[in-house]
Protein backbone atom coordinates (compact mmCIF):
# COMPACT_ATOMS: atom_id res chain seq x y z
CA UNK A 1 0.00 0.00 0.00
CA UNK A 2 3.00 2.23 0.65
CA UNK A 3 3.98 2.18 -3.18
CA UNK A 4 0.67 2.95 -4.28
CA UNK A 5 0.31 6.10 -2.05
CA UNK A 6 3.49 6.94 -3.25
CA UNK A 7 2.26 6.79 -6.52
CA UNK A 8 -1.18 8.73 -5.80
CA UNK A 9 1.37 11.79 -4.30
CA UNK A 10 3.73 11.68 -7.32
CA UNK A 11 0.60 12.11 -9.18
CA UNK A 12 -0.55 14.99 -6.69
CA UNK A 13 3.28 16.55 -7.28
CA UNK A 14 3.02 16.69 -11.13
CA UNK A 15 -0.25 18.33 -11.27
CA UNK A 16 0.91 20.83 -8.94
CA UNK A 17 4.48 21.12 -10.99
CA UNK A 18 1.95 21.58 -14.59
CA UNK A 19 -0.09 24.25 -12.84
CA UNK A 20 3.07 26.30 -11.09
CA UNK A 21 4.78 26.29 -15.17
CA UNK A 22 1.86 27.50 -16.73
CA UNK A 23 1.95 31.10 -18.50
CA UNK A 24 0.79 33.92 -16.77
CA UNK A 25 0.80 32.26 -12.90
CA UNK A 26 1.61 35.10 -10.62
CA UNK A 27 5.09 34.07 -8.60
CA UNK A 28 2.99 34.22 -5.26
CA UNK A 29 1.13 31.36 -6.82
CA UNK A 30 3.92 29.56 -8.33
CA UNK A 31 5.76 29.32 -4.80
CA UNK A 32 2.73 28.17 -3.54
CA UNK A 33 2.16 25.35 -6.21
CA UNK A 34 6.24 24.89 -5.20
CA UNK A 35 5.30 24.51 -1.72
CA UNK A 36 2.66 22.46 -1.94
CA UNK A 37 4.68 20.13 -4.17
CA UNK A 38 7.97 20.18 -1.61
CA UNK A 39 5.45 19.18 1.01
CA UNK A 40 4.12 15.84 -0.75
CA UNK A 41 7.59 15.38 -1.47
CA UNK A 42 8.88 15.81 2.08
CA UNK A 43 6.60 13.45 3.01
CA UNK A 44 7.75 10.57 0.75
CA UNK A 45 10.75 10.96 1.47
CA UNK A 46 10.25 10.81 4.91
CA UNK A 47 8.06 7.29 4.48
CA UNK A 48 11.00 6.02 2.23
CA UNK A 49 13.41 6.70 5.46
CA UNK A 50 10.98 4.89 7.81
CA UNK A 51 10.75 1.81 5.41
CA UNK A 52 14.35 1.94 4.78
CA UNK A 53 15.11 1.44 8.48
CA UNK A 54 12.13 -1.16 8.75
CA UNK A 55 14.29 -3.31 6.31
CA UNK A 56 17.04 -2.54 8.35
CA UNK A 57 16.05 -3.12 11.24
CA UNK A 58 13.49 -6.37 10.53
CA UNK A 59 16.12 -9.16 11.78
CA UNK A 60 16.52 -7.33 15.10
CA UNK A 61 12.84 -6.62 15.63
CA UNK A 62 12.60 -2.98 14.66
CA UNK A 63 14.61 -1.96 17.19
CA UNK A 64 16.80 1.78 16.47
CA UNK A 65 17.81 1.98 20.07
CA UNK A 66 18.78 1.13 23.42
CA UNK A 67 18.24 3.27 26.03
CA UNK A 68 18.82 3.01 29.99
CA UNK A 69 15.86 4.77 32.23
CA UNK A 70 15.96 4.65 36.98
CA UNK A 71 12.91 3.45 37.97
CA UNK A 72 11.81 4.85 41.09
CA UNK A 73 11.86 1.74 43.83
CA UNK A 74 11.86 3.79 47.51
CA UNK A 75 11.83 6.78 48.44
CA UNK A 76 14.29 7.35 51.36
CA UNK A 77 13.06 9.75 54.57
CA UNK A 78 14.69 13.55 54.38
CA UNK A 79 16.30 12.76 57.68
CA UNK A 80 18.20 10.31 56.69
CA UNK A 81 20.71 12.34 54.83
CA UNK A 82 19.86 15.57 56.80
CA UNK A 83 18.94 17.19 53.92
CA UNK A 84 15.69 18.42 54.00
CA UNK A 85 14.85 20.31 50.94
CA UNK A 86 16.33 17.52 48.49
CA UNK A 87 14.72 14.03 47.87
CA UNK A 88 16.87 10.95 47.96
CA UNK A 89 15.52 7.94 46.38
CA UNK A 90 16.45 4.30 45.65
CA UNK A 91 16.29 3.53 41.96
CA UNK A 92 17.35 0.25 39.77
CA UNK A 93 18.59 1.25 36.31
CA UNK A 94 16.35 -0.58 33.35
CA UNK A 95 17.43 -1.26 29.67
CA UNK A 96 14.78 -0.87 27.37
CA UNK A 97 14.50 -0.80 23.44
CA UNK A 98 13.31 2.06 21.08
CA UNK A 99 10.90 0.58 18.08
CA UNK A 100 10.42 2.32 14.88
CA UNK A 101 6.56 2.47 15.94
CA UNK A 102 7.52 3.86 18.97
CA UNK A 103 5.89 6.88 20.09
CA UNK A 104 8.45 10.30 19.94
CA UNK A 105 10.43 8.13 16.57
CA UNK A 106 10.59 11.20 14.46
CA UNK A 107 12.55 11.81 11.19
CA UNK A 108 15.38 13.11 12.37
CA UNK A 109 15.85 10.27 14.55
CA UNK A 110 15.50 7.49 11.60
CA UNK A 111 17.57 9.83 9.66
CA UNK A 112 20.41 9.62 12.77
CA UNK A 113 20.06 6.19 13.24
CA UNK A 114 20.76 5.36 9.12
CA UNK A 115 23.95 7.66 9.14
CA UNK A 116 24.91 5.77 12.85
CA UNK A 117 24.45 2.23 11.07
CA UNK A 118 26.30 3.42 7.75
CA UNK A 119 23.29 2.60 6.06
CA UNK A 120 23.73 6.36 4.23
CA UNK A 121 26.99 8.22 3.92
CA UNK A 122 27.08 11.95 5.48
CA UNK A 123 26.69 13.63 2.20
CA UNK A 124 22.80 11.92 1.76
CA UNK A 125 22.39 12.66 5.59
CA UNK A 126 22.59 16.36 5.02
CA UNK A 127 20.32 15.65 1.96
CA UNK A 128 17.81 14.02 4.37
CA UNK A 129 18.23 16.80 6.87
CA UNK A 130 17.47 19.29 4.14
CA UNK A 131 14.43 17.37 3.40
CA UNK A 132 13.22 17.26 6.71
CA UNK A 133 13.81 21.02 7.81
CA UNK A 134 11.97 22.56 4.20
CA UNK A 135 9.21 19.94 5.20
CA UNK A 136 9.00 21.33 8.69
CA UNK A 137 7.83 24.38 6.99
CA UNK A 138 4.56 23.19 6.91
CA UNK A 139 4.21 23.46 10.77
CA UNK A 140 3.34 27.68 10.64
CA UNK A 141 4.36 27.59 14.33
CA UNK A 142 7.90 27.35 13.66
CA UNK A 143 8.45 29.70 11.58
CA UNK A 144 10.27 33.32 11.96
CA UNK A 145 10.07 34.54 7.99
CA UNK A 146 7.77 34.83 5.58
CA UNK A 147 7.56 31.62 3.89
CA UNK A 148 7.77 31.85 0.26
CA UNK A 149 10.38 31.80 -2.78
CA UNK A 150 9.87 28.07 -3.27
CA UNK A 151 11.34 27.95 -6.56
CA UNK A 152 11.29 24.42 -9.21
CA UNK A 153 15.11 24.58 -8.24
CA UNK A 154 14.20 24.25 -4.40
CA UNK A 155 11.88 21.47 -5.21
CA UNK A 156 14.22 20.02 -7.37
CA UNK A 157 16.99 19.32 -4.64
CA UNK A 158 14.08 18.36 -1.88
CA UNK A 159 13.24 15.66 -4.64
CA UNK A 160 16.96 14.63 -4.39
CA UNK A 161 16.85 12.17 -1.76
CA UNK A 162 14.03 9.73 -3.44
CA UNK A 163 17.26 8.82 -6.01
CA UNK A 164 19.45 6.90 -3.30
CA UNK A 165 16.93 6.16 -1.46
CA UNK A 166 14.99 4.01 -4.31
CA UNK A 167 18.06 2.07 -4.74
CA UNK A 168 18.82 0.95 -1.60
CA UNK A 169 15.32 -0.38 -0.71
CA UNK A 170 15.37 -2.38 -4.20
CA UNK A 171 18.57 -3.40 -2.60
CA UNK A 172 16.28 -5.24 0.45
CA UNK A 173 13.59 -6.20 -1.81
CA UNK A 174 16.45 -8.42 -4.08
CA UNK A 175 17.32 -10.76 -0.94
Avoid at 106 to 116: E, H, Q, Y
Avoid at 148 to 175: A, Q, R
Wanted: charged share 30%; aromatic share 10%; with cysteine.
Amino acid sequence: MFWKNVEIRITAVAILLRQAEKNGVSNLAKSAYYRSATILIGTIVEGMVYHLVKKYTEEKGHIIKKTKELKKLHQIPNNVFQHEKDVFFICKQIESNVHIDDDGVSFARLDDFLLKNKVISKKEFEKLNYVRIERNKLHLQGLSIKDTGYTKTKFKKISEPMDFLTKKLSKYNEK
